[in-house]
Each structure stands twice: as C-alpha cells, then as structure tokens.
C-alpha cells in the first residue's frame, strides 16, 4: 500500500494562508489523494480530494505534482478554528474492488492569533 | 439526512473479554469501514462491509470480526480484548461499487475503548 509523511506540526498565524506538504511517493495511477482533519479525537472530517488536476473548493485548495509524488493542502485564510490534525491519505483499492484509506500520521497545524 | 452514529461512545473492558461496537450509516451508503486510531496515530483500516459480506480487511487478527445487517448498519466484535486493543475505533460510510471518483467516507464519532 503506497505510504504518506508528513510534518508532524505546524503553526500558521491567524488569517494566513496554511501549506501542510504531503508526500506519497509510492502512490500508484489510479490512488486518489484525499485530506481530512480531525478535532479533538472527533470523527475524521472530509476536506477536498483529486488525482492529479490541481483542486478547490469552499475550504482548500489542492495542489498535486506533475509526478503525483507530493500534494500541498491549502487553507487560504486560516482561522482558530482550523486548529486540527490533517489526514493526507492515498484512497487504495481493496482486492474486491471497493475503496480503503490509508492514512498518514498526520501534521498537527496550530493556528495562532 | 442522518449522519454515521456510533454507540456506545465510551467502554471499559478487562483483558480477555469480548467487546461489540455498533454503526450506523448514513442514509443511502450501502459500505461500512472500520477504523482503529491509536492515541497519538493516524486510523488503521480493519476492515470494509459492502452488501452484509466483509469486502477487504487490513492486518489485524482474526478475533477483530464484524457483520453489516440488510439496513447497511454494521458491528464490530473483537474477542479477548488484549491492553493493545485501548484505541479510539471509527466507522465510516460511503458509496460502494460503481462510484469510484466520489468515494467520500464519512467517519462516526467514534467509540473510546479501554482495555484494564
């Protein structure tokens, strides 16, 4: 199963822009990236995916590399609230044919004011 | 529309003794995945549930098992608990086959296992 790493920690000041890289060299055509976060050990909150077009939506931005070795999430205007851990996980077939994730350790990102 | 629900959200067990945690999907998904998280770790995939039959499983033993009932709502058991097995453990739902770019999983709360 292709791996991630990522920094363990972060600090971003509060209405900056936050890059949390990613690296998942060993990632195959197919694999989706995706990132979630996680608050306070609550349930993995979904954030934005792709494959290998550059993505946005109404909370990040996703940046993938020619190569698909590495991604750059980004939170335009990161507030106190986007305090959390960020999930860079590769989205890896399952021998039936279905979808699992596999997670990284995850970059712990402390906005601060 | 109704989100992943997991219960019981805190349990206390002693080693040796047999644990079962309960999800329910969300309305429409018919895939469950169980997740095992360890302070301080990223989720570790135990195992998927697609139309009530276990559809792809991670490293981990064989006392970790699990159902998915005709509502698509699943359990997990895991016999002689071990202290190893004290994690916090997330279900998550999603679309199965024939939804391959919009494959989101939407994770539980999670139920917080302790094992004394």
């Known amino acids: 199963d292709a791996k991630t790493t990522q920094p363990t920690s972060m600090d971003c000041a509060e209405g900056r822009a936050a890059n949390l890289p990613c690296n998942h060299s060993t990632i195959s055509g197919n694999e989706y990236v995706y990132w979630y976060r996680q608050i306070h050990s609550q349930g993995p909150q979904y954030i934005i995916h792709g494959l290998k077009n550059n993505e946005t939506n109404e909370m990040a931005s996703l940046i993938i590399t020619e190569d698909r070795k590495s991604s750059t999430l980004i939170l335009p205007h990161a507030t106190l609230r986007d305090t959390a851990v960020y999930y860079c996980?590769?989205?890896?077939?399952?021998?039936?044919?279905?979808?699992?994730?596999?997670f990284g350790t995850g970059t712990r990102l402390k906005v601060l004011a | 529309e109704t989100g992943v629900t997991q219960s019981p959200t805190h349990l206390i067990k002693t080693r040796g003794q047999q644990v079962t945690l309960r999800c329910s999907s969300q309305s429409g998904h018919n895939t469950v995945s169980w997740y095992q998280q360890a302070l301080g770790q990223g989720p570790q995939f135990i195992f998927q549930?697609?139309?009530?039959?276990?559809?792809g499983r991670g490293n981990f033993p064989p006392r970790f098992s699990g159902l998915q009932f005709p509502n698509y709502s699943s359990e997990l058991n895991v016999n002689a608990l071990e202290l190893d097995d004290s994690a916090l453990y997330l279900c998550?739902?999603?679309?199965?086959?024939?939804?391959?770019?919009?494959?989101?999983?939407?994770f539980g709360p999670g139920t917080r296992l302790t094992v004394l």
């Open positions: 998550a739902s999603s679309l199965g086959f024939g939804h391959q770019k919009y494959n989101e999983q939407f």
């Open positions: 549930y697609y139309r009530e039959e276990e559809n």
């Open positions: 996980i590769v989205r890896t077939s399952t021998t039936s044919g279905t979808y699992k994730y596999i």
